[in-house]
């Protein structure tokens, strides 16, 4: 009693929401502590990856003049299975997801077509070695073609014709 300062109404609910409940032997977690990320599916077997840790990677990004490095916290996700690994960049959670150019071009990252395009790179590209390094080859040349997209409407029209039939053909793929 002497000397504990009574903690206020707010300070406990914080603290009852930092700890776990249980209920049936499964940890029940405030949904308000968590943070939205994807399910990965193994390349290999198709099966869930589990997330094992969180990891700084440093990447080094290219401009026409100058180098820059930064750390960049990513997700490590493992396959129980056969222990595959994959790293989640979270640099840019919360955003459009990936997909830069089509985001750029629909002006919304919200857009019906964008969801085909994210649908397929989740589901058939990420499955094989080759539609991975697109991806990554993707994810670093996209961002600069990106902002020249979104500063000009003449070219947000004419992404928007180009990935018309590539839309068309994902969706008719991931539909079989």
Do not use: W
Request: aromatic share 6%; with cysteine.
């Amino acid at each position: 009693m002497f000397g504990r300062k009574k903690k206020t109404e707010s300070e406990q609910k914080a603290e009852e929401m930092k700890k776990p409940l249980t209920k049936d032997g499964f940890t029940e977690v405030d949904p308000r502590l968590l943070i939205s990320v994807p399910t990965i599916l193994c390349p290999m077997c198709g099966s869930p990856m589990a997330i094992v840790g969180r990891e700084e990677k440093e990447i080094t990004s290219r401009m026409l003049t100058k180098k820059t490095t930064k750390k960049v916290p990513h997700l490590k996700y493992q396959c129980k299975a056969d222990k595959t690994e994959f790293n989640l960049n979270l640099e840019r959670r919360g955003g459009s997801g990936g997909c830069f150019i089509a985001t750029a071009a629909y002006g919304t990252s919200t857009a019906h077509e964008i969801n085909v395009l994210r649908s397929f790179r989740d589901n058939v590209l990420m499955r094989e070695s080759a539609g991975r390094s697109f991806i990554s080859f993707y994810y670093r040349i996209s961002p600069t073609i990106a902002k020249m997209i979104s500063k000009s409407g003449t070219l947000k029209f004419a992404t928007r014709v180009l990935l018309a039939p590539i839309v068309k053909a994902v969706k008719r793929t991931i539909e079989l």
